[in-house]
């Protein structure tokens, strides 16, 4: 067992999902956003982190506009995976801020696990408890590091090994060690009996690389533009205030 994890949400990596839900937030409260997180600014709020996280379009420098586009699209993309994935089980593997239990609509007896470390579950949900927001499905924490036997946990909090899952690893993979990303992509392929056209998805990269879609012509804000990037023609430009980076410079992020 490795030494487990104690960040909360405004040190070590825990900040880096308060960051993601900053650019969330942005990019919500634009006029017509490809994604509509409306707690994200609830957290950075609550948080109070310093320097502070902007969380509208009108306070936000380049950057952070910037990393408003790469989290919308990105947050976009796996909404879609998850829709179109209809199972009745899902595992957010490093959870963080996601709220995708709380703002999608899913399956009647759907279970969401989310998985991450105690601290950033227990801020997560003493904030949404504190605004009356309710889930949309039931939502089951695991406090478990992933670098440990997150299997295992997961089991204890109810997961059906039988049953088809969505499988998201949203932003994570760069922070684990190699050995624990092999770990996960064997344990999470062999924990269910994956029925046909059970879908998992990652996010890997620690640059602002764009998934690819078909569906992506239909997204931008720009009028007749078909670039993921909503209409600009340049990638995110980070570092920026508040967001952490990793030892080559590129920003670090989490769900």
């Not at 922070?175 to 064997?186: G, I, K, M, S, Y």
Request: hydrophobic share 35%; charged share 20%; with cysteine.
């Amino acid at each position: 067992m490795t030494q487990q994890a104690d960040w909360d949400i405004v040190t070590d990596v825990g900040i880096t999902a308060l960051a993601v839900a900053a650019a969330r937030a942005i990019e919500s409260h634009r006029a017509n956003p490809l994604v509509s997180d409306p707690y994200a600014e609830l957290f950075v709020a609550a948080a109070r982190p310093q320097p502070p996280m902007p969380t509208r379009p009108a306070d936000a420098p380049d950057p952070w506009q910037d990393m408003g586009d790469y989290l919308g699209v990105r947050s976009r993309f796996f909404d879609e995976y998850f829709a179109a994935g209809a199972t009745r089980q899902a595992v957010l593997l490093a959870a963080g801020l996601d709220v995708r239990g709380y703002r999608l609509d899913w399956p009647a007896g759907t279970v969401v696990y989310e998985l991450d470390v105690p601290k950033v579950l227990q801020f997560k949900q003493n904030v949404l408890a504190d605004n009356g927001v309710a889930s949309r499905t039931e939502v089951r924490n695991v406090d478990v590091d992933l670098r440990d036997d997150w299997p295992t946990a997961l089991q204890r909090a109810g997961f059906d090994r039988t049953a088809p899952t969505s499988w998201l690893a949203e932003g994570l993979l760069p922070f684990l060690p190699n050995d624990a990303v092999e770990r996960l992509f064997t344990s999470s392929t062999s924990c269910p009996r994956r029925a046909a056209g059970s879908p998992s998805s990652t996010s890997t990269s620690t640059s602002a690389t764009w998934p690819t879609s078909s569906r992506w012509p239909t997204w931008p804000r720009t009028s007749g533009s078909t670039s993921p990037t909503c209409g600009r023609t340049t990638r995110p430009s980070p570092p920026c205030s508040g967001w952490p980076t990793t030892a080559g410079g590129s920003p670090a992020r989490r769900s």
